[in-house]
T-cell receptor
């Protein structure tokens, strides 16, 4: 089955700095890679996702890059703010696009702390 | 859009009782929903896949007779923890798949078994 490794487990940055979280996956069949943000006591919130036919995707201060050959993908947050502090999870799965939806395998999570 | 709700948000029960948790997709239909369990400071552990109109598929190690899942409609899935014990105390989270593409999570249910 799929295995997803996520690093670092904790990340501390100053407000305004950039933060990068990296994940690797093992199953070359995986084609869907979402990132979720989870605040304390709440469910995960989808913040950005990327599919294997795209190498990079950006949404305001958040970007995700994917290297299919190396089987790794990364989350980039620029101009970090204290409200970005949370646990971030990467995930990988296979989506057949309209016919079936495969389950996601999650990374271990990264605790991001943004200091004012 | 893409709102998923869970009820209750937290529940305390006595050992040996059963607890039902509801998961609803409020603004879309979801053929597939998932149930996860999360321990403090850990990642999400998939318990089962719930498909509307068919039996749930359980992950290895998850007791299907203990964690009963019913996906009665395209907007509702329920998880019943039967004969709950203190070790079942955890944060239970559901998710719903919209349009065969994206998985959206509910806010979670905190279960404490005394």
């Amino acid at each position: 089955g799929e295995n997803v490794e996520q690093h670092p487990s904790t990340l501390s940055v100053q407000e305004g700095d950039s933060a990068v979280i990296k994940c690797t996956y093992s199953d070359s069949a995986s084609n869907y890679f979402p990132w979720y943000k989870q605040e304390l006591g709440k469910g995960p919130q989808l913040i950005i996702d990327i599919r294997s036919n795209v190498g990079e995707k950006k949404d305001q201060r958040i970007a995700v890059t994917l290297n299919k050959t190396a089987k790794h993908f990364s989350l980039h947050i620029t101009e970090t703010q204290p409200e970005d502090s949370a646990v971030y999870f990467c995930a990988a799965g296979f989506n057949a696009g309209g016919t079936s939806y495969g389950k996601l395998t999650f990374g271990q999570g990264t605790i991001l702390t943004v200091h004012p | 859009g893409a709102v998923v709700s869970q009820h209750p948000s937290r529940v305390i029960c006595k050992s040996g009782t059963s607890v039902k948790i509801e998961c609803r997709s409020l603004d879309f239909q979801a053929t597939t929903m998932f149930w996860y369990r999360q321990f403090p400071k850990q990642s999400l552990m998939l318990m089962a896949t719930s498909n509307e109109g068919s039996k749930a598929t359980y992950e290895q190690g998850v007791e299907k007779d203990k964690f009963l899942i019913n996906h009665a409609s395209l907007t509702l899935s329920t998880l019943t923890v039967t004969s709950a014990h203190p070790e079942d105390s955890s944060f239970y989270i559901c998710s719903a798949v919209r349009g065969w593409e994206t998985q959206y999570f509910g806010p979670g249910t905190r279960l404490l078994v005394l």
